[in-house]
C-alpha cells in the first residue's frame, strides 16, 4: 500500500445559538439550526491506517479509548467501510488537546478530525460541504468544526441537506472567549443522552425551535454589525433557556455546578458594576465559556482566577476550519 499521509487536525467550536435535539438520531439531524465560533485553542490531531489485524485498533491520547469510545468510534469506521465497500480494520491514533467529553465539545474536534482523516484514507476526495454532513453522522456539533469563525449549520431535512455552512471564517471583531475549567472530567449524561431526554419530556421542548429561530437571527443581525454585547447577551439568554429544558425535563437534570451558578452571577455583577464586557456560555459540561474582548479578557482572567484559584483558565481566539 502506498504511503498515505491521513493526519488531520480539527478544532473545537463553541455554539452561540445551541444545537439541543434530533429529530433523527439515527442521521444526527437536528430540530433546529445553531450558530457556532471555532476557536484556536483546543483541537483534535488524528490519523487513521488500514491495519491487518481482527479488530480495528484506537487510540486516545497515547492510551487504548475506552469501551464506550471504542464503539462510537467503530461506528463511524463501519459507516465509512460501508460507504466504500471496504471491509478491512482500520488503526486510529487521536490526540485531544481539549479536555474529552467535559462539555468543552470535544466530540465536534473528534469526529472533524476523524472524518477529515478517513477522508484522505479512503481517498474519497469530499468537498468541504461533503465532510461537513459526514462529521455530522459522527456527532451533530462536529458539522460546524470543518470551517473556521462563524459558522451556520443548517437542520435540512436528509442526511444531504443538513450541513454547516461559513458565514466569516475571519472574523475581524477582537472577541475571545476565556474557558473555564472547574472539572475536567468526563460528565455523566453525554449531550447525545441529554438533549434527547429534553426533547422527550420537557414540556418547554415545544418552545425552543422557536426561540432558536429569533436568537439565530437576532445573533446574525449582532454579528454583521460587529456587536459584541449583544452576541454575548444572545448567547447567554440563549444557553440559558436550553440549560432550562433539562431542568425541566422529567427526570430533571443540570449540567450545572454551584461555581457555574456563581460565575454567571459575577459576570452579571461586573456588567453592571464595572463595565466590563463578559457574557457566559455553557455546554453539556459544568465548564464556562466566558465571551468577552480582547481588551478585557486579562482583567477577566485575573478576577476569575481570584475568585476560582482551582480553576483552569484558558484564552481562546477564533480559529481555523479542518488542516
Ligand atoms: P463533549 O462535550 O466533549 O463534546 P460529548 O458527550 O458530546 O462531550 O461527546 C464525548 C464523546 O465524543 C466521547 O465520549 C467520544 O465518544 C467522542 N470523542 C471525543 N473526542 C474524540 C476523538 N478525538 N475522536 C473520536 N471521538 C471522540
Ligand atoms: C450543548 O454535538 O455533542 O454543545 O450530536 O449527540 O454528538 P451529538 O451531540 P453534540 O451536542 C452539542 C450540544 C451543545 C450545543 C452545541 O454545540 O450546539
Ligand atoms: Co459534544
Excluded at 69 to 86: A, E, I, S
Excluded at 135 to 140: D, L, V
Excluded at 180 to 205: C, H, L, W
Aim: with cysteine.
Amino acid at each position: 500500500m502506498e504511503y498515505q499521509n491521513t493526519q488531520t487536525t480539527a478544532h473545537t467550536n463553541i455554539a452561540f445559538i445551541k444545537y439541543w435535539g434530533k429529530k433523527d438520531a439515527q442521521l444526527n439531524l437536528p430540530c433546529t439550526d445553531s450558530l457556532s465560533l471555532t476557536l484556536d485553542g483546543y483541537f483534535t490531531t488524528t490519523t487513521s491506517k488500514f491495519i491487518s489485524d481482527n479488530e480495528d485498533q484506537i487510540w486516545l491520547n497515547g492510551q487504548r479509548a475506552p469501551v464506550g469510545f471504542f464503539k462510537r468510534t467503530q461506528k463511524f469506521l463501519d459507516l465509512c467501510r460501508q460507504l466504500n465497500h471496504c471491509k478491512q480494520k482500520i488503526q486510529i491514533i487521536t490526540t485531544n488537546h481539549v479536555p474529552t467529553a467535559a462539555g468543552l465539545a470535544s466530540s465536534a474536534s473528534g469526529f472533524a478530525a476523524l472524518a477529515g482523516s478517513l477522508n484522505k484514507l479512503f481517498q474519497m476526495h469530499l468537498s468541504r460541504a461533503q465532510l461537513s454532513c459526514l462529521a455530522r453522522r459522527g456527532s451533530g456539533s462536529a458539522a460546524r468544526s470543518i470551517y473556521g469563525g462563524w459558522v451556520w449549520w443548517q437542520q435540512g431535512s436528509s442526511d444531504q441537506t443538513s450541513l454547516a455552512v461559513p458565514i466569516d471564517e475571519h472574523p475581524q471583531l477582537p472577541i475571545c472567549l476565556l474557558s473555564v475549567v472547574f472539572n475536567d472530567q468526563p460528565k455523566k449524561i453525554s449531550s447525545t443522552q441529554g438533549m434527547e431526554r429534553a426533547r422527550t419530556t420537557s414540556p418547554f421542548y415545544s418552545c425552543w425551535p422557536h426561540i432558536v429561530a429569533n436568537d439565530l437571527s437576532a445573533m446574525k443581525k449582532a454579528i454583521a454589525t460587529a456587536d459584541l454585547q449583544q452576541i454575548g447577551q444572545i448567547a447567554e439568554n440563549n444557553c440559558l433557556a436550553m440549560h432550562a429544558l433539562n431542568w425541566s425535563a422529567r427526570p430533571a437534570f443540570s449540567y450545572f455546578t454551584d461555581a457555574t451558578w456563581k460565575l454567571i452571577n459575577l459576570l452579571q455583577q461586573w456588567r453592571q458594576e464595572l463595565q466590563l464586557v463578559a457574557y457566559a456560555t455553557v455546554d453539556a459540561g459544568p465548564n464556562v465559556k466566558i465571551i468577552t474582548q480582547k481588551n478585557q479578557v486579562q482583567q477577566i482572567q485575573a478576577r476569575v482566577q481570584h475568585s476560582f484559584p482551582e480553576a483552569q483558565t484558558t484564552i481562546l481566539y477564533p480559529g481555523s476550519g479542518i488542516q
